[in-house]
């Protein structure tokens, strides 16, 4: 059940719900992820950053995934979030994965329209849907940066990105950021309603980790049909980890610490499906 975002992205769309998007950095991760979408009934989209393939390669990350697909009968899709230039891009095409995303927000907006549109002649050639961004999302996270002081999407400028390049879905600043926030993130919402007007693709949400439920809620009620979170399953994990380390200090074997990580990514997985509006939609 290993599938293009394209068409999981456009039913969304129609039905005014969006599908959860969920950096995968090992495959107990991956395993977690699966269990959630298996128990909700959703389809997932799985993905891996720049950060994440340089600790193992594409055709590791893909291989997981891969696995995880042709178990299941849910839709998943393995897509590239961030890919950061026309070579890597191409890679994670090459090496299978059915969703592409090319990120050139941070260069002038002809140089962003002229690489998406590269990337987007090479993969529609093969079906595999592209992911662009226009706008930026703020914060850290692996080797993405930003603190650009005027971080959101301008609604004529997407509305031309779309149209020149030929994305299947864009990526909007609308005030998220990655890593963890400082304080209480509030979503641009007026923005997003206004790009949402003048363009017709699925949008996407970065940068979702630590959002608050009802605004992600909100947003996907405006138009939103892509959330991804990574930073809250990093630290899910790891706190499922610790606390079976704190209680048996002696323990040694990685399947016994891995599996409370991994009960706590399916349990987090799992209500953002529902946060959503993804369960039940497989």
């Known amino acids: 059940m290993l599938v293009t975002s394209k068409e999981l992205l456009l039913d969304a769309q129609k039905n005014h719900y969006a599908v959860g998007a969920f950096n995968v950095e090992n495959m107990e991760m991956v395993m977690a992820v699966l269990a959630a979408a298996e128990e909700q009934n959703s389809p997932v989209i799985m993905q891996t950053t720049p950060g994440t393939v340089k600790y193992a390669g594409f055709d590791y990350y893909f291989a997981n995934v891969k696995a995880a697909a042709e178990r299941t009968k849910i839709p998943v899709v393995m897509h590239l979030d961030h890919g950061n230039s026309f070579a890597m891009a191409m890679q994670a095409f090459r090496a299978g994965y059915t969703s592409i995303m090319i990120d050139g927000s941070k260069l002038p907006f002809e140089e962003n329209i002229d690489l998406t549109k590269s990337v987007v002649n090479v993969c529609h050639a093969s079906n595999v849907p592209v992911e662009g961004e226009l706008g930026k999302v703020g914060g850290k996270e692996d080797d993405l940066e930003n603190d650009d002081d005027n971080p959101y999407t301008d609604p004529q400028e997407a509305k031309e990105f779309v149209e020149r390049t030929g994305v299947d879905s864009l990526a909007i600043g609308i005030g998220t950021a990655h890593g963890v926030y400082k304080g209480i993130p509030k979503v641009n919402m007026e923005v997003l309603s206004a790009v949402r007007a003048v363009v017709d693709v699925p949008l996407v949400m970065h940068g979702t ?74």
Do not use: H, W
């Open 209 to 282: 980790s630590g959002v608050p439920d009802e605004q992600v809620r909100d947003a996907v009620r405006r138009g939103i049909c892509k959330v991804n979170y990574a930073t809250d399953l990093r630290i899910a994990f790891t706190n499922g980890v610790k606390a079976y380390m704190n209680d048996n200090p002696n323990a040694f074997d990685p399947k016994k610490y891995s599996a409370p990580g991994m009960k706590e990514v399916t349990a987090y997985v799992a209500q953002k499906m529902q946060v959503v509006g993804s369960v039940g939609k497989a």
